[in-house]
């Protein structure tokens, strides 16, 4: 693969699919339900999965496709070029709040990330790595993560996990939310993992997310040191949904060790 080329031809899809999707805001969103009632999707997440597909394969048709939308092929392997793409992640955000939702794109070779890219399409702002060359938020190089102490951390994490669940130990959520200095939650895990990756967020988590919200982001993590694990410490899979956890550096095990324990 030829890294330049492909880094270059990612970033004329996304930026073309981020226009087609804002010009849809002027004609009728579908909305339909998935898994549960408030699992949303639209044509327009199912349109820009398909925009992709085509423009990646007549790129190069040996590349292959794992969308979250399910459009494209079935892919239960990561050998050879594999684009892992969430043509809309938050699509609450999307259908609610007609913001705050992200393209997500990670591109592996061989089962390693090589390319990631995360991008906000209504700031048409973009989230990017190269592996081993570095991160960048636009034109402007991203930083190494620096130190910091816990109580200086601000983490991502939904409201749901403060309240009794079954998949947390919720008192331990509590004590994590007191601690630190303060929380958000955007909605679009995408998003929430390039606030981390550029500093705006400190840690984020997740207790099931898929290799399409993920996919991307961890390969811009990398570059700036930010760790992503899921809550078993271990390095995500990308082929399976599972728990998740991306920290800068200095309190990713603290995180781990202290504040999460499963159910
Ligand atoms: P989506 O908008 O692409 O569905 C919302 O808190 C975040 O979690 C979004 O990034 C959303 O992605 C993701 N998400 C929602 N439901 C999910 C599920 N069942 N499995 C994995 N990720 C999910
Ligand atoms: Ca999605």
Do not use: C
């Not at 190494?144 to 749901?160: C, M, T, Y």
Request: no cysteine.
């Amino acid at each position: 693969m030829d890294v330049k080329q492909v880094d270059q031809f990612a970033k004329e899809i996304l930026f073309e699919a981020g226009k087609r999707i804002r010009a849809a805001f002027s004609y009728d969103i579908e909305i339909e339900t998935k898994s549960n009632a408030n699992d949303l999707v639209t044509n327009i997440d199912r349109d820009t999965e398909l925009f992709f597909i085509e423009q990646i394969k007549g790129f190069d048709s040996t590349h292959r496709i794992l969308g979250e939308e399910g459009m494209g092929e079935k892919v239960d392997s990561l050998e050879g070029v594999v684009w892992i793409i969430d043509p809309i992640d938050g699509t609450m955000n999307f259908v609610k709040q007609h913001r705050h939702f992200m393209i997500s794109i990670g591109v592996f070779e061989d089962g390693v990330g090589i390319l990631g890219y995360i991008y906000d399409v209504m700031r048409e702002d973009l989230f990017y790595a190269i592996a081993g060359e570095g991160a960048w938020y636009n034109d402007s190089s991203l930083r190494k993560l620096q130190p910091l102490s816990i109580n200086e951390a601000v983490i991502g994490i939904n409201a749901n996990w403060v309240t009794p669940n079954n998949k947390i130990n919720h008192d331990k959520i509590i004590d994590l939310v007191r601690t630190v200095r303060g929380t958000r939650s955007y909605g679009s895990a995408a998003m929430e993992i390039a606030f981390v990756v550029s500093g705006k967020l400190d840690a984020y988590i997740s207790m099931r997310l898929a290799p399409w919200d993920i996919g991307g982001g961890t390969i811009i993590a990398k570059e700036v040191g930010a760790i992503a694990t899921n809550f078993n410490g271990n390095a995500f899979d990308f082929l399976t949904t599972d728990t998740f956890l991306i920290a800068n550096p200095s309190i990713h095990q603290l995180i781990l060790d202290q504040y999460i324990e499963e159910k």
